[in-house]
């Protein structure tokens, strides 16, 4: 039970972050419904938030040792917990905008600290696979909490009523940020990989010069692109294609997010039996056979109404199940570049995946946003295709440069982003 205080408190940190972070989508709807905006001015939420992912941990990763991650941890709750009372008392569009980015510019610094700090909490490669993967994994609760969370506070009377989630979510950052404070980072001794923050700065960049490292950041931009797209736009698809009131739009989109989880584990299982390889390229095909074959099932889609789940088309059911096919990719491709990098520079790696990531989320919603607006949302998320193509590019790369290298790589295969 050594630093269980750090350790729940990196998990409450996730859980926190993970309900921000990907109710994107909720707000996404929300901004279009209740702020009267257009889809492509809606799709800058994404913007606000994965640029100040991106900006940030880009710089964070050589700077944080020498800030301390306790502090940089307490500072990220602290700016978190402003940007949920504002969204409470801001109730416009500009303050989703603000909220969104004061939670990127936290979660850079936050999943920094965290990839860094279970290095120093795990006693072995097991340890280090079993606390990052449960912190991952409740990732994925959290996510899933958002998406029914929300709609438990609609009102048909009260236009405001679903602000008040920010009220709970600011207690809980509350909440975080206190065990983070009584806990003791004493015990930790890490490591500062330059002499400089400078130096620092050099040697991630340089890191991007290992030709590993360049084909997983291309492989993460795209897969990221192609997750995030989906995900944020899920709940609008849901209400504009499929005919779904708000409230039941938001909370079919949980399938999504537990079809993510049930993917992570199965393939968890998979993949100390077949090679990851395998399990990667059956997942990209699935996945597209998914948007090949079931999109079209969009067209021509009677308009009835919706007065129990019963009543929802199958297709509200059967789309969402593309998580599971794509749920794999991240964490293992994740797994492998990690492996092939030496400890001291797990920090600046774990900058360069968010930096990539965040950058591939924006511009994936930005683009579903745009082709929501101009050729409509049944036909917004074929545009999926592409990035699944050249992420199978980028597996084969990936396979090339590991067996030249001659290293044997275990995997992580519950981890997220």
Known sequence: MKNWKIKLSLYLNYFVFAILLNSVGILIQKSINTYHVDEIAASSLEAFKDLSIAFVSFFVGSFLPRLGYKRGMLIALGLVFIGCIGMYFGNSFTAVRILFACVGISFAVIKVSVYSLVGLLANDDKEHKSILSSIESFFMVGIAVAFVSFPLFYSDTDPNAWLRVYLVVAALVAISFLFLLISDFDTLNYEIPGSNVADDFKQMISLLKRPMVLVFAIAAFMYVMTEQGIMSWLPTFNEKVLHLPEKTSVFMAVILMLSIAGGRFVSSILIKKIYWLTILLTCLIGAALMVILVLPQTNNLEVKAINSLADVPVIAYVFPLIGFFLAPLYPLINSIVLSATEKVFHSPMASLLTFFSA?????????????????????????????????????????NIQKKSGKNIEFNASGGH
């Open 359 to 399: 950058i591939g989320g924006t511009l994936g919603s930005r683009l579903v946003g745009y082709l929501f607006k101009e050729i409509g949302g049944s036909k917004a998320f074929y545009f999926s295709l592409i990035p699944m193509a050249i992420l199978i590019i980028c597996l084969f790369l990936l396979n």
